[in-house]
């Protein structure tokens, strides 16, 4: 890979190019690879100075690069049936076909997760190689000041030079980790083509609450278990963690997806048992203390926190009413919590809403009122839940594009 400032290297030359790829994420070189292995002429540009910074940190830095599970019902969009035609078109399967060809190892978590045996960087050297077997010329740091149509072409205006080409394919992302030079370009693309934006939120993000109310727990930090969580049509397994100032773990970036300000979360913090039953059960002549007793199911910190704020700290399990155990059993089994907030797009995973794929063709992802501009990715108003299918989308949606433009 050759990367530059624009400098020399022909890029004045306007009609050089049949594709301008704008953001060299995980979208972006995937359509570049592909739209350039079919024999276009494509060129990929980026405002970053580091290549691909979000596929380096992904999965601790090992990048979950898919979920061999993925289908149309683990994402959320306005539109949930777009995504189905592109996922069918390029599998989890095809991508592991690319993975396994460039020699990557990897292994298998639970649900289907994918990752890497070591660094999330063979994921960005495969996909360079690739783009570079394509012939994919580079740009990069390079800004992008405007883009309008000229004729039956694309003008772009950039740091780099005045680009032009048949199709333009935004792969620019969202807003989440501004760190690592998250933007809203392709949002602002979108409406500069009247092209409707579904309004933009943190998803896959930690959840915050008022920190009056919070005070009881946030000494429990780093406190986590398995749970239930749910709200409105989200209802997830997995671990819990508390925090300082809230809640976070897969558990809560999953259903942070679902929830909005004002609702309140369901969480069942012993899903495997019938607290209530277990309890009255083992009363009998049992001095242990309540809490004691919870700790079986709840890390020890939260048996002891939980038991004082139903009144039963330092009681013996013998002592207790029987209607006293079947309340804290149905809180257990029940704890209602109403966020005030969430940790933002700085702790977002993703960012839910963006380009209205109603107004995009789901077989190329073109706008249908711009003939030759695509939009990809996460800038799309499609979302994946946490383990892998945001990356799946990022490459079903890319060779979708790929093969169209």
Known sequence: MALNDGVGDEIGDANGFDVVVVGA???????AAVA??????VVLIDHAEKLAEKIRISGGGRCNFTNLQTGPANFLSENPHFCRSALSRYTPQDFLKLVEKHGIAWHEKHKGQLFCDDSAQRIIDMLVAECDTGGVSWRQPCKVSDLRRDGARWQLKTTAGTLQAESVVIATGGLSIPKIGASDFGHRIARQFDIPVVTPR???VPLTFDATAWAPFAELAGASLEVEVSCADGHFREDLLFTHRGLSGPAILQISSFWQPGETLSINLVPDQRLDEVLIAAKHGNRQHVATMLSQWLPRRLAEAWAERH???GKPLADCADKALRELARATHSWQLKPAGSEGYRKAEVTRGGVGTRALDQKTMMAKNQSGLYFI?????????????????AWASGYAAGMAV
Do not use: H, I, K
Not at 36 to 41: K, S, V, Y
Not at 377 to 393: H, I, K, R, S
């Open 25 to 31: 994420g995980a979208a972006g070189m995937m359509a």
């Open 36 to 41: 350039g292995q079919r024999g276009r002429r």
């Open 202 to 204: 943190p998803a896959l």
């Open 311 to 313: 009144g039963l700290s």
């Open 377 to 393: 990715g996460e800038a799309m108003d499609v979302t994946g839940w946490l383990g892998g299918y945001n990356f799946q989308w």
